[in-house]
């Protein structure tokens, strides 16, 4: 490989110093920030570009013919552009925003899913976040649809097998999260994909914990809706996504009503706007998506494929030396893994190891988070999850396992 190809290592400590929060102190100690599937940090370019906006640039959007009204639709429109070339999706006309992963796919579920009555069916995996279970099982209280769920095995990958035995005719819709938050486990979504187009189910991809560690292109995927949060991808929170085909989303009928989403409203009737807007009523988080469209900006930049890489190499690190630990049992054993580690301590409560960690400055989640289903599979009230990011380091790691050992001295 000749020098000009070379690629340029990964600099993490030029990138650490991008995130003005991992300079701080927690109970004197350094911070150790390992619960970046819950939200990623914020690099000062995002911080920066949403301060740039409020000072200069506020003003509602899609309303007024004054300049500063103008300019606001301009960020806010541009940053609808930034996120369709981000996804590689055909026209801004499919990428809706909304508050969150959350309320995409409660818009799909509401709106898409009127459609559905008795004896159709949604397929979903026991991995799933409870934002993709509980839409479905409203949806199919209101509708009289049955949700099917497709089982894992102890190392949590999902059963395939099963999966495509579940699909039939009567599936509609086929729902499943690309990366699970709880186990960190990469689903295989090309064969999933294919297997519920085969029996014409359309498919909604969870993309919460994927798109800010791998490059999504949902032309190249083929699915029919993907959705994600501006903040689990180093955007600000309040800010989401919902992407979905044109010719899908033009069948769905609008979800909420209000100002922007209509055409012309009388009494007598209503006719509504055309796609995106017809599903974004209301004024939108427009410093949101200021704030979003930088972040991508900057994850492009560092290079998806570069942090990619990075989160595996700190994955096998962690995964390595975590194993090491006397009584530690590590939830979530896939083969193919995203930078996130589950684990249980023998003899002290998550809970309770959460707070010796947060005495350390370490930073993890403990509970069960927001994938219930997957604590009762594998028989723990919760687990402790360290997840890493663009930022995370080696000392980051370290400083985790060393908490552990002192979580250890104290509980015996
Ligand atoms: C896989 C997955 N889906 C959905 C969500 C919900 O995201 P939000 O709370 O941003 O709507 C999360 C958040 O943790 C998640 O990890």
């Given at each position: 490989m000749s020098a000009a190809v070379t690629p340029l290592a990964y600099d993490v400590a030029?990138?650490?110093a991008d995130f003005p929060i991992l300079g701080t102190t927690v109970r004197g100690?350094?911070?150790?920030?390992?619960?970046t599937a819950a939200s990623a940090q914020r690099p000062l370019a995002v911080i920066e570009a949403v301060d740039r906006y409020e000072r200069s640039s506020h003003a509602n959007v899609h309303r007024g013919v004054y300049e500063l009204s103008q300019n606001a639709t301009d960020a806010f429109e541009g940053a609808r552009e930034r996120v369709r070339r981000f996804l590689n999706a055909s026209s801004i006309k499919e990428i809706v925003f909304t508050r969150g992963t959350t309320e995409s796919i409660n818009l799909v579920a509401q709106a898409w899913g009127r459609r559905l009555g008795p004896g159709d069916e949604i397929l979903i995996t026991w991995m799933e976040h409870h934002a993709n279970i509980v839409p479905w099982q409203m949806l199919c209280e209101r509708t009289g649809a049955v949700l099917k769920?497709?089982?894992?095995?102890?190392?949590?990958?999902?059963?395939?097998?099963?999966f495509r035995a579940l699909l039939s005719p009567r599936t509609k819709l086929a729902a499943f999260t690309q990366v699970s938050n709880a186990l960190g486990t990469v689903l295989p979504i090309r064969a999933m994909i294919d297997a519920a187009r085969a029996v014409g189910a359309l498919t909604l991809l969870d993309g919460a914990q994927a798109v800010a560690h791998e490059r999504v292109d949902v032309r190249?995927?083929?699915?029919?809706?993907?959705?994600?949060?501006?903040h689990k991808l180093y955007g600000p929170t309040g800010l989401g996504v919902l992407w979905a085909r044109e010719a899908v989303l033009r069948e769905m009928p609008p979800w909420q009503g209000g100002g922007d989403m209509i055409l012309t409203v009388s009494f007598a009737k209503t006719t509504y706007n055309d796609?995106?807007?017809?599903?974004e009523a209301g004024t939108p988080h427009i410093s949101g998506a200021v704030g979003l469209a930088a972040a991508i900006d900057y994850l492009e930049a560092l290079g998806i494929e570069r942090v990619h890489a990075h989160e595996q190499g700190l994955l096998a690190r962690a995964t390595h030396a975590l194993r090491a630990i006397a009584g530690l049992r590590i939830i979530g054993e896939a083969k193919e893994k995203a930078g996130v580690v589950s684990f249980t301590l023998e003899g002290v409560h998550p809970h309770d190891l959460g707070t010796i960690l947060d005495d350390e400055g370490v930073a993890v989640r403990t509970g069960h988070h927001c994938a219930m289903p997957v604590m009762e599979?594998?028989?723990?009230?919760?687990t402790a999850r360290a997840s890493f990011g663009c930022y995370t380091d080696d000392a980051d790691l370290e400083q985790l396992v060393?908490?552990?050992g002192r979580a250890r001295e104290v509980f015996g």
């Amino acid at each position: 490989m000749s020098a000009a190809v070379t690629p340029l290592a990964y600099d993490v400590a030029r990138v650490r110093a991008d995130f003005p929060i991992l300079g701080t102190t927690v109970r004197g100690k350094r911070l150790a920030f390992l619960d970046t599937a819950a939200s990623a940090q914020r690099p000062l370019a995002v911080i920066e570009a949403v301060d740039r906006y409020e000072r200069s640039s506020h003003a509602n959007v899609h309303r007024g013919v004054y300049e500063l009204s103008q300019n606001a639709t301009d960020a806010f429109e541009g940053a609808r552009e930034r996120v369709r070339r981000f996804l590689n999706a055909s026209s801004i006309k499919e990428i809706v925003f909304t508050r969150g992963t959350t309320e995409s796919i409660n818009l799909v579920a509401q709106a898409w899913g009127r459609r559905l009555g008795p004896g159709d069916e949604i397929l979903i995996t026991w991995m799933e976040h409870h934002a993709n279970i509980v839409p479905w099982q409203m949806l199919c209280e209101r509708t009289g649809a049955v949700l099917k769920v497709a089982p894992i095995d102890q190392r949590g990958e999902l059963d395939l097998e099963a999966f495509r035995a579940l699909l039939s005719p009567r599936t509609k819709l086929a729902a499943f999260t690309q990366v699970s938050n709880a186990l960190g486990t990469v689903l295989p979504i090309r064969a999933m994909i294919d297997a519920a187009r085969a029996v014409g189910a359309l498919t909604l991809l969870d993309g919460a914990q994927a798109v800010a560690h791998e490059r999504v292109d949902v032309r190249a995927l083929g699915c029919d809706f993907y959705v994600f949060s501006s903040h689990k991808l180093y955007g600000p929170t309040g800010l989401g996504v919902l992407w979905a085909r044109e010719a899908v989303l033009r069948e769905m009928p609008p979800w909420q009503g209000g100002g922007d989403m209509i055409l012309t409203v009388s009494f007598a009737k209503t006719t509504y706007n055309d796609l995106p807007y017809r599903f974004e009523a209301g004024t939108p988080h427009i410093s949101g998506a200021v704030g979003l469209a930088a972040a991508i900006d900057y994850l492009e930049a560092l290079g998806i494929e570069r942090v990619h890489a990075h989160e595996q190499g700190l994955l096998a690190r962690a995964t390595h030396a975590l194993r090491a630990i006397a009584g530690l049992r590590i939830i979530g054993e896939a083969k193919e893994k995203a930078g996130v580690v589950s684990f249980t301590l023998e003899g002290v409560h998550p809970h309770d190891l959460g707070t010796i960690l947060d005495d350390e400055g370490v930073a993890v989640r403990t509970g069960h988070h927001c994938a219930m289903p997957v604590m009762e599979f594998f028989d723990v009230p919760a687990t402790a999850r360290a997840s890493f990011g663009c930022y995370t380091d080696d000392a980051d790691l370290e400083q985790l396992v060393y908490a552990l050992g002192r979580a250890r001295e104290v509980f015996g």
